[in-house]
């Protein structure tokens, strides 16, 4: 009897186990391989699928001699043929999509991207204008020897086409150590920048804000130029340097410093490389005044972004903001190592 009832739960674990190998889709590669999942995504050569076993993989297309989905996927080929429909497999890398008007047969070779039905052309999401938005926030404090307690976060909302970017941005930080206030700043801006060919683009921006603790009341700088890709080789790297004219405030609260009231060169370097598990972001401005270009302000950060889960990611950096004329008893160059958690969404 209890042998029956073995066998029985045995045959019973067999069908749901051929059950859902049933209601999977496979992808069959030259070397014999048979991988079961759900197909995500073909694009670029590549084909994404999501597996129980090892997460999302991906295979090159050139790779793979069969495909089989469950699901209906969207289907653009080649040639622009696009069709909604199941795909089943052939032989010899061919493969038939199954729609509700007909079929089409072709090869793997031949299929362009996918998509999943209601979901729009990913060609088609790449010519428009999306917001993406970021927000971030740290707190930090020790005790003992001495008392220090600091909060800081920021906010930014980027407009990107293929042809110009928008971006606002905010950030701020506060810490006192030992009752002392060390940290007091705010920041805002807003940045355009729109392409006059593949590597050239014209920008535009304005920054404001306040540091307290450098004895700045107020700062604007407003500035416009031209930009150029010296690297341009998206998602993987990005080299732009800009050059142009800016315009320089800074209000002192102390009345021993001349405020800064001149126009002056407005010079910038931004760096971006992504790494297989990581992206890395480097930038340097850098701010002279035509009537003294000894009397500048030069800003650096460089940061490196880990992935943590969902949307969440986490940035550690280095920042340095140099003032080369600053009012008495303050120092020209703050350091600041920061970690703050990310949160991306669109």
């Not at 740290?138 to 600091?150: C, R, V």
């Amino acid at each position: 009897m209890q042998t029956l009832k073995i066998k029985v739960l045995g045959a019973f674990m067999s069908l749901l186990a051929a059950g859902a190998l049933l209601s999977a889709d496979t992808i069959e590669t030259k070397s014999g391989a048979r991988l079961v999942g759900t197909v995500k995504a073909v694009s670029g050569g590549s084909i994404v699928l999501e597996t129980d076993y090892a997460g999302p993989i991906t295979i090159k297309q050139s790779e793979v001699v069969k495909i089989d989905t469950e699901k209906p996927l969207v289907i653009r080929l080649a040639g622009g043929t696009t069709m909604a429909g199941t795909v089943t497999a052939g032989r010899d890398g061919k493969i038939t999509i199954n729609g509700k008007d007909g079929t089409i047969s072709t090869t793997v070779d031949k299929v362009a991207t996918t998509w999943a039905p209601g979901q729009t052309d990913p060609a088609v999401l790449q010519l428009m204008r999306r917001w993406h938005y970021e927000a971030t926030f740290d707190i930090s404090g020790k005790t003992g020897n001495s008392e220090q307690l600091g909060y800081g976060g920021g906010a930014k909302a980027t407009l990107a086409g293929p042809e110009d970017t928008l971006v606002f941005y905010s950030d701020f930080s506060y810490q006192r150590t030992n009752g002392v206030k060390s940290e007091d700043r705010l920041r805002l801006g807003v940045d355009y920048s729109s392409y006059l060919s593949e590597l050239v683009t014209w920008y535009a921006r304005d920054e404001g804000g306040f540091d307290n603790v450098k004895d700045i009341g107020f700062y604007n700088v407003a500035a416009a130029g031209f930009g150029y890709d010296f690297i341009k080789n998206l998602p993987l790297q990005k080299l732009t340097g800009r050059g142009g004219l800016s315009y320089r405030f800074e209000d002192y609260g102390s009345a021993s410093s001349d405020d800064v009231r001149s126009a002056g060169l407005d010079l910038g370097l931004a760096h971006h490389y992504r790494f297989q598990n990581a992206v890395m972001n480097n930038s340097v401005t850098y701010v002279p005044a035509f009537e003294d270009f000894s009397n500048f302000r030069a800003i650096h950060d460089s940061n490196l972004e880990f992935p943590l889960s969902g949307a969440w990611k986490f940035r550690v950096g280095v920042n340095n903001d140099y003032t080369s004329q600053p009012s008495p008893g303050v120092e020209k160059l703050d350091t600041t190592y920061y970690g703050k958690f990310v949160l991306n969404w669109e």
